[in-house]
């Protein structure tokens, strides 16, 4: 049995979780940091992370993984569900098996991880999942339905989760970060071009992805923010359901429950010029 705290985060090659990942390691967290490509993780070796591959759509490999945490570490305190990756283009455009792949690692990745750590944490009478929504499972763009639907369902799956497990002492919460200064931009502008670059949603991909880079650019806040929420999401003695992170995105969040739809629609469509002309 690991004396110190353990945590398992998948994504953990890249971003949002490499950086938490690197935080709980220097904290004196014991850190499984899991992702597809073993090869990415393995410079967190050094740092104090122990490497693992997972693929969250596939169910053999997480299985696995927690067979693995549990078998070395003896218990799981905080699973961190990171892993995930966006699609964009017009609804009519992506195709089914892209969209179901979407939904496969966003979702079911994301609740196939939780199942199979959280009878570990039940047996313990504690534990705490943290599960990286976005402020997208609030408010939808133009062009990325599929990316969108995958973050709503999150949201909910959460909420539920939440309920069902406070009688057994695992508490659960979900990070939602707006516009935050990784890869996120360019990834978008990459997918509405795969997707919608011609045909009759080309004009609005473009408009799109000129956005995106601008909203995820050097203006866009820095990935500490993010990390400094997931951190006290495992730490606090009574960690909160929601963290928007910057202040930006809970402005955002605020907007949506109280705009008419009809005025919510022409803001969006003014900021990312998919307005009717």
């Known amino acids: 049995m690991t004396s110190s705290p353990v945590a398992l985060i998948t994504g953990a090659s890249s971003g949002i979780g490499e950086a938490t ?3 709980l390691a220097e904290a004196g967290w014991t850190v499984v940091g899991a992702a597809r490509r073993l090869e990415r993780l393995e410079p967190l070796r050094a740092k104090g992370v122990t490497p693992h591959v997972v693929d969250v759509a596939d169910d053999a490999s997480m299985v696995t993984l927690v067979e693995d945490v549990i078998a070395a570490h003896g218990r799981i305190d905080v699973l961190v569900n990171n892993a995930g990756y966006s699609v964009f283009g017009a609804v009519e455009d992506v195709p089914v098996d892209v969209a179901r792949r979407q939904l496969e690692v966003n979702v079911l990745g994301l609740s196939r991880m939780s199942q199979l750590a959280l009878p570990h944490m039940r047996a313990a009478g504690s534990g705490r999942l943290i599960n990286i929504a976005s402020v997208a499972g609030h408010v939808s763009e133009p062009l990325g339905g599929w990316y969108h639907a995958s973050k709503y369902a999150v949201e909910a799956l959460s909420d539920a989760l939440r309920m069902e497990l406070a009688p057994h002492g695992v508490t659960v919460s979900i990070i939602e970060p707006g516009a935050i200064r990784t890869e996120f931009g360019g990834i978008a502008a990459d997918s509405l071009a795969e997707h919608s670059g011609s045909g009759a949603y080309a004009g609005q991909a473009r408009r799109m992805a000129r956005a995106h880079e601008r909203m995820f650019g050097s203006g866009a806040a820095d ?16 960690p909160r359901a929601r963290y928007q992170v910057p202040k930006s995105a809970r402005a955002m969040v605020a907007a949506t429950k109280v705009t008419p739809t009809a005025v919510m629609d022409a803001v969006m469509g003014r900021m990312f010029g998919t307005n009717r002309t």
């Open 21 to 23: 990942a690197l935080a």
């Open 223 to 238: 990935v500490d923010v993010v990390v400094e929420a997931i951190v006290h999401a495992a730490t606090a003695r009574r």
